[in-house]
């Protein structure tokens, strides 16, 4: 175990990371580390609980009793519902990394030449840290990509277009058996599809099995289950962090830490809210703050029931293949075809493959063969029927490789929105310290959606499939958007 028990906690600390994600775990790595003298003092502070390879959920069931809520606060997953957009996120030592896909794209140049960032913040300037992270966390491809069935389904619309799909940078190991190089046992991945809820193989890179302990073999302390709620500026230098302590009885203890620095890293929708939530305690903020928040283009939509086999359906770790099942899918996401040859920044959009969950199997058999979708050919009609009654029989067999569902693709995509939500503050009428929510009006009608989900029926026809369109989004034209990958509310300047 990583974390420090909470009673071991000094009063002050010469610096103080709040988060434990991405990056809050590479600050305190990197403080920690350095070749300073006197060596500072350094604490991570994780709202949630440590979860080791081994506790994560796999059934439907486990998932929601491991979901983060005012009754759970100890919960790994997150789904917080706005009007305009909902976010997916993590809440454990380790951040989102703990249940992302894995992907490392490294920005185009054109990200940076076309926005206002600070003038210190370049493509090249970055390119070594790149690296560094990339090295860190062992990004690789899988050794097998292109000859997994996803993958291949996901080149067939690319072939017609011209291209091929690539086999992604992914933080998966596929070679370590033992210690890695921070000292933390790994497996080798087993290709199960489980990234997204967890990895109980010990194969996913995520930041607990590398710069987390980093930090903590540098001296950093790491204190979980302490949930910052604001900060105070202190009159004689420094900072005073207000929050609470979690118990694993779900009862809360207040508590204060001082520090000569905060670094804020608890995500782009948590590190907003608790500097708005200084705010309200007297803190001095920037007019932008609670600005330019974006879903960094998230988009989803579903080749259905298709003429070809695409082994999508995720195992648990204990669960072997049998002769007459469908082979494991691989890790959530490996391949990817990315529409950039030629085209603005702004109208460049990354497709990728996705499988599903051991824990979502059976659900999404239920919900998709009850959407069905769009036809996108004609003259396939019995076939496919048979593969839907193979899925919805009540003797259905889990990962039949003649089912709907093992000859669908389910698209993750990515692309640029006009990054105009607004994270607001609600005053605390109705909730004790109160609570943020975000503002997007019309966020799901901008063009650039319209574009990807045209785009995802060309690849559901390449596969002779039905289309089903992101439910949340075409469902009465409302337009709500799901993202994972939640931007802005903190952004960058080179002054106040």
Same mark, same amino acid.
């Given at each position: 175990?990583?974390?420090?028990?909470?009673?071991?906690?000094?009063?002050?600390?010469?610096?103080?990371?709040?988060?434990?994600?991405?990056?809050?775990?590479?600050?305190?790595?990197?403080?920690?580390?350095?070749?300073?003298?006197?060596?500072?003092?350094?604490?991570?502070?994780?709202?949630?609980?440590?979860?080791?390879?081994?506790?994560?959920?796999?059934?439907?069931?486990?998932?929601?009793?491991?979901?983060?809520?005012?009754?759970?606060?100890?919960?790994?997953?997150?789904?917080?519902?706005?009007?305009?957009?909902?976010?997916?996120?993590?809440?454990?030592?380790?951040?989102?990394?703990?249940?992302?896909?894995?992907?490392?794209?490294?920005?185009?140049?054109?990200?940076?030449?076309?926005?206002?960032?600070?003038?210190?913040?370049?493509?090249?300037?970055?390119?070594?840290?790149?690296?560094?992270?990339?090295?860190?966390?062992?990004?690789?491809?899988?050794?097998?990509?292109?000859?997994?069935?996803?993958?291949?389904?996901?080149?067939?619309?690319?072939?017609?277009?011209?291209?091929?799909?690539?086999?992604?940078?992914?933080?998966?190991?596929?070679?370590?058996?033992?210690?890695?190089?921070?000292?933390?046992?790994?497996?080798?991945?087993?290709?199960?599809?489980?990234?997204?809820?967890?990895?109980?193989?010990?194969?996913?890179?995520?930041?607990?099995?590398?710069?987390?302990?980093?930090?903590?073999?540098?001296?950093?302390?790491?204190?979980?289950?302490?949930?910052?709620?604001?900060?105070?500026?202190?009159?004689?230098?420094?900072?005073?962090?207000?929050?609470?302590?979690?118990?694993?009885?779900?009862?809360?203890?207040?508590?204060?830490?001082?520090?000569?620095?905060?670094?804020?890293?608890?995500?782009?929708?948590?590190?907003?809210?608790?500097?708005?939530?200084?705010?309200?305690?007297?803190?001095?903020?920037?007019?932008?703050?609670?600005?330019?928040?974006?879903?960094?283009?998230?988009?989803?939509?579903?080749?259905?029931?298709?003429?070809?086999?695409?082994?999508?359906?995720?195992?648990?770790?204990?669960?072997?293949?049998?002769?007459?099942?469908?082979?494991?899918?691989?890790?959530?996401?490996? @391949?990817?075809? !990315?529409?950039?040859?030629?085209?603005? #920044? *702004?109208?460049? %959009?990354?497709?990728?493959?996705? $499988?599903?969950?051991?824990?979502?199997?059976?659900?999404?058999?239920?919900?998709?063969?009850?959407?069905?979708?769009?036809?996108?050919?004609?003259?396939?009609?019995?076939?496919?029927?048979?593969?839907?009654?193979?899925?919805?029989?009540?003797?259905?067999?889990?990962?039949?490789?003649?089912?709907?569902?093992?000859?669908?693709?389910?698209?993750?995509?990515?692309?640029?929105?006009?990054?105009?939500?607004?994270?607001?503050?609600?005053?605390?009428?109705?909730?004790?310290?109160?609570?943020?929510?975000?503002?997007?009006?019309?966020?799901?009608?901008?063009?650039?959606?319209?574009?990807?989900? @045209?785009?995802? !029926?060309?690849?559901?026809?390449?596969? #002779? *499939?039905?289309? %089903?369109?992101?439910?949340?989004? $075409?469902?009465?034209?409302?337009?709500?958007?799901?993202?994972?990958?939640?931007?802005?509310?903190?952004?960058?300047?080179?002054?106040?």
């Amino acid at each position: 175990m990583l974390a420090t028990p909470w009673e071991q906690r000094k009063s002050a600390y010469d610096f103080v990371v709040i988060g434990s994600g991405y990056g809050g775990a590479i600050s305190a790595a990197r403080l920690a580390s350095a070749n300073l003298n006197p060596k500072p003092s350094v604490c991570i502070l994780e709202r949630g609980k440590e979860w080791q390879p081994g506790n994560y959920p796999e059934t439907a069931a486990d998932v929601l009793g491991a979901t983060r809520s005012d009754l759970n606060p100890l919960g790994l997953y997150e789904l917080l519902n706005y009007p305009d957009i909902s976010v997916i996120k993590a809440s454990g030592l380790g951040g989102t990394s703990l249940i992302n896909a894995n992907v490392a794209i490294v920005p185009d140049r054109e990200v940076f030449e076309q926005f206002n960032w600070p003038a210190s913040i370049t493509y090249d300037a970055l390119q070594p840290y790149y690296q560094r992270a990339s090295q860190a966390l062992a990004a690789n491809p899988h050794p097998r990509a292109l000859q997994l069935a996803k993958v291949q389904a996901l080149d067939r619309r690319a072939q017609q277009l011209g291209m091929r799909a690539q086999a992604l940078n992914i933080v998966v190991n596929f070679l370590v058996d033992g210690p890695n190089a921070f000292g933390v046992n790994q497996k080798p991945c087993i290709d199960c599809g489980n990234c997204v809820t967890g990895c109980n193989v010990g194969a996913k890179n995520t930041v607990y099995m590398n710069y987390l302990p980093m930090a903590a073999n540098a001296g950093a302390s790491i204190f979980t289950q302490t949930k910052v709620e604001w900060l105070e500026k202190l009159a004689c230098g420094g900072w005073r962090i207000h929050g609470k302590f979690v118990k694993d009885d779900f009862s809360g203890v207040e508590f204060t830490l001082d520090t000569r620095e905060v670094i804020l890293s608890a995500g782009s929708l948590n590190s907003t809210e608790i500097l708005l939530r200084s705010e309200m305690h007297g803190l001095n903020v920037s007019p932008a703050l609670g600005t330019k928040f974006s879903g960094n283009g998230d988009f989803f939509g579903l080749a259905y029931n298709g003429s070809f086999q695409t082994n999508v359906l995720g195992y648990a770790k204990a669960d072997t293949p049998g002769p007459a099942d469908s082979p494991e899918p691989g890790p959530n996401i490996v @391949g990817v075809v !990315r529409y950039s040859d030629g085209l603005d #920044e *702004a109208q460049r %959009i990354t497709v990728e493959d996705f $499988s599903f969950p051991r824990a979502f199997v059976e659900a999404s058999k239920a919900v998709f063969g009850t959407l069905r979708g769009d036809d996108t050919i004609t003259g396939n009609e019995q076939a496919q029927a048979g593969r839907l009654a193979r899925d919805l029989s009540l003797a259905a067999q889990l990962h039949d490789p003649n089912g709907a569902m093992n000859h669908s693709m389910l698209y993750l995509v990515m692309g640029q929105d006009n990054a105009r939500g607004t994270i607001l503050f609600e005053a605390p009428f109705t909730e004790p310290d109160g609570r943020i929510r975000v503002s997007w009006d019309q966020a799901g009608q901008q063009q650039i959606f319209t574009r990807m989900n @045209g785009e995802l !029926r060309r690849h559901a026809r390449a596969l #002779e *499939a039905s289309f %089903i369109s992101n439910p949340t989004w $075409s469902v009465f034209k409302l337009g709500h958007l799901i993202t994972a990958h939640p931007l802005g509310g903190c952004p960058m300047g080179d002054d106040y």
